[in-house]
Nanobody
Framework: QVQLVESGGGLVQPGGSLRLSCAAS????????MGWYRQAPGIQRELVAD???????DYADSVKGRFIISRDNTENAVYLQMNSLRPEDTAVYYC???????????????WGQGTQVTVSS
């Protein structure tokens, strides 16, 4: 089992910044992707950004150039720096840990409890 603890959400004005943090504990996998998804009311949960154990990153088109994902391997943590925030970024943000067995075979998804991000004046 992998446990995820998130922090850093809140209310911010348009154009502002927030930093989300997610710390993982429990059974760690050597192959994984760790990142953030978000879900707004009435909209399907979507990938925001993730980073793999190999260091590869992926971003949603809507956040490219504004959000930066990074990780601290010693802390088993991932961070999402969100800049130039827009009202449409408002959503519940969920930390995700996608585990893979050796050879890249998918194992399981683990989710944090979610943190609210609200962008409003």
């Amino acid at each position: 089992q992998v446990q995820l603890v998130e922090s850093g959400g809140g209310l911010v004005q348009p154009g502002g910044s927030l930093r989300l943090s997610c710390a993982a504990s429990g059974v760690m996998f050597s192959m994984y992707a760790m990142g953030w998804y978000r879900q707004a009311p009435g909209i399907q949960r979507e990938l925001v950004a993730d980073i793999t154990s190999a260091g590869n990153t992926d971003y949603a088109d809507s956040v490219k150039g504004r959000f930066i994902i990074s990780r601290d391997n010693t802390e088993n943590a991932v961070y999402l720096q969100m800049n130039s925030l827009r009202p449409e970024d408002t959503a519940v943000y969920y930390c995700n840990y996608k585990a893979f067995h050796g050879g890249g075979l998918y194992a399981n998804d683990y989710w944090g409890q979610g943190t609210q991000v609200t962008v409003s004046s």
